[in-house]
């Protein structure tokens, strides 16, 4: 069964930092391209960072500079570094998988709150 597990969200100070994890289990992921989402309340759940599975990154404009995507291909899991919170950081972050083998094979995790007290 494929899983993909985040933890690592909470309550910071607006200026703090938190690190997001995500341990995917169940299949290969080495090629997957992972990403995190976020989706605030009355908000659709938007891309935050991306990273294929050749290492490539890719982030939303309001988060360059502050966040950094990673993987550990050995331990199955992707980062996500999250510096300079802001309030409007605020959201449930969601763990995200795709792989393209004969289809594409999507794959979400349960999400982790992070709150950004100004």
């Known amino acids: 069964q494929v899983q993909l597990v985040e933890s690592g969200g909470g309550l910071v100070q607006a200026g703090g930092s938190l690190r997001l994890s995500c341990v995917a289990s169940?299949?290969?992921?080495?090629?997957?391209?992972m990403g995190w989402y976020r989706q605030a309340p009355g908000n659709q759940r938007e891309l935050v960072a991306v990273?294929?599975?050749?290492?490539?990154?890719n982030y939303v404009d309001s988060v360059k500079g502050r966040f950094t995507i990673s993987r550990d291909n050995a331990k199955n899991t992707v980062y996500l570094q999250m510096n300079s919170l802001k309030p409007e950081d605020t959201a449930v972050y969601y763990c995200?998988?795709?792989?393209?083998?004969?289809?594409?094979?999507?794959?979400w995790g349960q999400g982790t709150q992070v709150t950004v007290a100004s």
């Open positions: 995200n998988a795709r792989i393209q083998i004969s289809r594409t094979y999507v794959y």
């Open positions: 169940g299949r290969d992921f080495r090629s997957a391209a």
């Open positions: 990273i294929t599975g050749g290492d490539s990154t």
